[in-house]
């Protein structure tokens, strides 16, 4: 039958999201250009694929049985795709990578100047997105590869299908307002810079020292927000969320406007220069930044060429720790 990988793939992302828009987002369409795409694909088929419940749609029977066929199909495209690569005689091809906001900032630009250097047949074409949808994004073929995080508290879900690298590891720390913890403050700087403070203090605080404070986090529908307030609970305390943001650098304004308290890495502070106190912390809570593909993808030479890039340029070299599957890992 006629049809495209583009119509296939806005089939079986409709299955995963379960609505027009959600599709829309993960596919950088709009809600009507998926519509577009499936409307296309009933006429390539003949069949009705989607039918209306309310305001919703769902699938017909011939829509989930076409989804399911057509997710093998991408995949068989997609190991096409890497053994056409295999025959060429340098390392070249197009490859769609996803990425999370800090890692758009920091760690993708001197990748890619090393890919240029090294590989400059190879063309990367970047897309940020939610970090909490990268791992679906890589499963559902959206992306090829894409960076994300994982949290030990609260480990993201795998899909069996995917290959998780760990990159490297960062410990977080507390940003407070400046003086707010008068006595506890063992930096207090502009984020990025050396300690500028010369104050006596314990070297570290706890969590639970915040108890009387005002939060800034993300919803605890993510996992970053869920991964604090994991932390904070285990400290003996709830916290008070004044604020609930997720842009680290708006975080970073508003614990220097004076409005809140949250935890930071030091990758995070390089976003935005800040006037704020940075306290280590007595609890360990770490991040853990990795790379994910799936698993058929592993000898794709252009996929392996920038994986070893970004191990490279994270300071990270093998051996490393390979999760495959619900393995546990750590992440924002």
């Not at 005689?89 to 800090?102: C, D, H, M, W």
């Not at 590891?169 to 707010?180: I, Q, Y």
């Not at 996992?223 to 994991?230: E, F, I």
């Amino acid at each position: 039958m006629d049809w495209t990988s583009a119509q296939l793939r806005s089939l079986v992302e409709l299955t995963r999201r379960g609505t027009i828009t959600a599709v829309a987002d993960a596919l950088g369409y709009t809600p009507g250009g998926v519509s577009q795409q499936i409307t296309a694909l009933e006429k390539a088929t003949g069949m009705r694929l989607l039918r209306r419940v309310g305001r919703r749609v769902e699938l017909t029977d011939a829509g989930a049985t076409l989804a399911l066929h057509a997710e093998r199909i991408l995949t068989t495209e997609a190991e096409a795709v890497e053994a056409l690569e295999r025959t060429r005689n340098e390392i070249s091809g197009t490859l769609r990578v996803g990425l999370f906001a800090t890692a758009a900032a920091e760690i993708l630009p001197p990748a890619l100047r090393q890919v240029r250097e090294r590989h400059p047949g190879v063309t990367v074409r970047s897309r940020d997105m939610d970090v909490d949808e990268v791992y679906d994004a890589v499963a559902g073929g959206t992306v090829d590869l894409a960076l994300g995080l994982d949290y030990p508290d609260v480990p993201i879900p795998r899909d069996p299908s995917l290959r998780v690298m760990e990159l490297s590891r960062e410990r977080f720390s507390l940003a407070v307002p400046t003086g707010a913890m008068p006595g506890r403050a063992d930096t207090s700087r502009t984020s990025g810079t050396s300690d500028t403070s010369g104050r006596a203090g314990p070297r570290k605080v706890s969590l639970a020292d915040t108890r009387e404070l005002g939060w800034i986090l993300p919803s605890v529908r993510s996992y970053y927000g869920r991964a604090v307030l994991t932390a904070c609970r285990r400290a003996g305390f709830e916290p008070q969320v004044a604020h609930e943001v997720t842009d680290t650098a708006a975080t970073l304004a508003l614990v220097e406007a004076g409005v809140g308290v949250s935890v930071v890495t030091d990758l995070m502070l390089r976003l935005r220069p800040s006037r704020l106190d940075v306290l280590e912390l007595r609890e360990t809570m770490e991040r853990h930044i990795v790379v994910v593909f799936r698993s058929f993808a592993e000898h794709r030479p252009t996929v392996a060429a920038l994986v070893d890039v970004l191990r490279t340029s994270t300071g990270r070299r093998p051996p490393r720790r390979e999760h495959h599957g619900t393995d546990k890992l750590a992440t924002r």
